[in-house]
């Protein structure tokens, strides 16, 4: 997370430096998502079948040549090299997004919510350390940001060395045995629609705002370290609620919960609209962070109700493919929206993504009541 949190603070500037059109700035940052997104369904399979430790460290090995490739890119001025640098790092961003499924395979039904969000909160250290390793590095070689790939490269090689060293269990023996329902039944349940409906709006409202406030920023004349210290706030706000998270949802029921983070959003974009000083900025993404992980880690727990252990890699897989096409979308729209119509026009449309958010989310709540009427349960 920590090399993530990096690329993410200065991509979208340094894309912006290279582009031929400034309209193009997060298109690496699409390519990346969009190479993310292509990754799961094959990352399911290798996962599967050659085990999760040498599949992470596939993945591992693709960013850690993505980051060299990213800074020749930067000293040779070539966007194209960019996009492509971020392309392999995207194929490593497929293989990571696994390890929150590998928690709560492993974890006791009663325990999925607080394993998933225990992995997830691995990312308040890196909030700490990737906009302080950004702005440290911006500098660090005689090209502006080149720097950044250097520390993410050397990051992705502790990862391989850490990774050496996890014992991942294997998948359990009824995976090779039952073949389980077909795929066409599985994603036409409403739990399995809501749970991809939360996770492709929440995380896609979050890329959409996040990716355009670095350029917002610098538009409205906040320097740098300014920037990066509201990314770093976002991430605090991303990563932090997951040491409770899981309890949240043990409390107050998973549909609850997503509810909440979408009313985050909500909050997000009203601060957004009202102002651009960097205390709007500070403020908007903290809440942006905080519904990020309500509902990604809300609608993460609400799919893993949507399939026997049998259908775990396919379920899981189509889950993330549809996420990660859509927070590719929603990444490269960013730049459009933000070049095209201004960082307004940005809010209002994660507005009305949010309003669909939560209207399924309604949904939901109000058919699992009407299959179960004489059944009090938390939702």
């Given at each position: ?45 290798i996962l599967k079948r050659w ?135 599985i994603v036409q349940q409403p ?189």
């Amino acid at each position: 997370m920590t090399g993530s949190i990096v690329l993410f603070t200065t991509a979208a500037l340094i894309g912006s430096t290279l582009a031929p059109d400034k309209a193009l700035a997060t298109l690496p940052l699409a390519i990346l998502q969009l190479a993310t997104m292509l990754t799961t369904i094959p990352a399911a399979f290798i996962l599967k079948r050659w085990g999760r430790q040498f599949g992470f460290m596939t993945g591992v090995l693709v960013g850690l040549s993505g980051a060299v490739l990213g800074v020749y890119a930067i000293f040779a001025g070539s966007f194209v090299l960019f996009s492509l640098s971020t392309l392999l790092y995207g194929i490593f961003g497929g293989f990571v997004s696994y390890y929150r499924f590998a928690a709560a395979d492993v974890a006791p039904e009663a325990d999925r919510s607080r394993a998933i969000a225990l992995v997830i909160s691995g990312g308040i250290l890196a909030a700490f350390i990737g906009p302080v390793l950004a702005t440290w590095t911006k500098d660090w070689l005689p090209v502006t940001f080149a720097g950044g790939l250097v520390a993410i490269a050397l990051l992705q090689s502790l990862t391989l060395l850490l990774l050496r060293f996890v014992a991942l269990p294997p998948l359990v023996q009824p995976e090779h045995q039952e073949p389980g329902r077909e795929l066409s039944t599985i994603v036409q349940q409403p739990v399995f629609i809501v749970s991809v409906l939360g996770s492709m709006i929440g995380y896609g409202v979050m890329a959409l705002l996040m990716t355009a406030t670095p350029l917002a920023m610098v538009a409205e004349h906040h320097p740098f370290h300014v920037a990066a210290s509201v990314i770093q706030w976002h991430v605090l706000g991303m990563f932090t609620p997951s040491l409770v998270t899981g309890f949240l949802i043990t409390r107050f029921g998973v549909l609850t919960i997503v509810l909440a983070g979408i009313v985050l959003n909500g909050l997000c974009v009203a601060i957004n609209l009202t102002g651009t000083q960097a205390s709007h900025f500070f403020g908007a993404l903290l809440l942006l962070g905080i519904g990020w992980n309500f509902m990604f880690i809300g609608s993460t727990t609400l799919l893993t109700q949507a399939y026997m252990p049998i259908e775990r890699a396919k379920t899981q897989a189509t889950h993330d493919f549809l996420m990660l096409s859509f927070v590719a979308f929603a990444t490269f729209f960013s730049g459009r929206l933000m070049n095209d119509g201004g960082w307004a026009v940005v809010n209002y449309t994660g507005l009305a993504l949010i309003a669909v958010a939560f209207i399924a989310v309604l949904s939901l709540w109000r058919w699992r009541s009407t299959q179960q009427p004489q059944k009090l349960e938390r939702l």
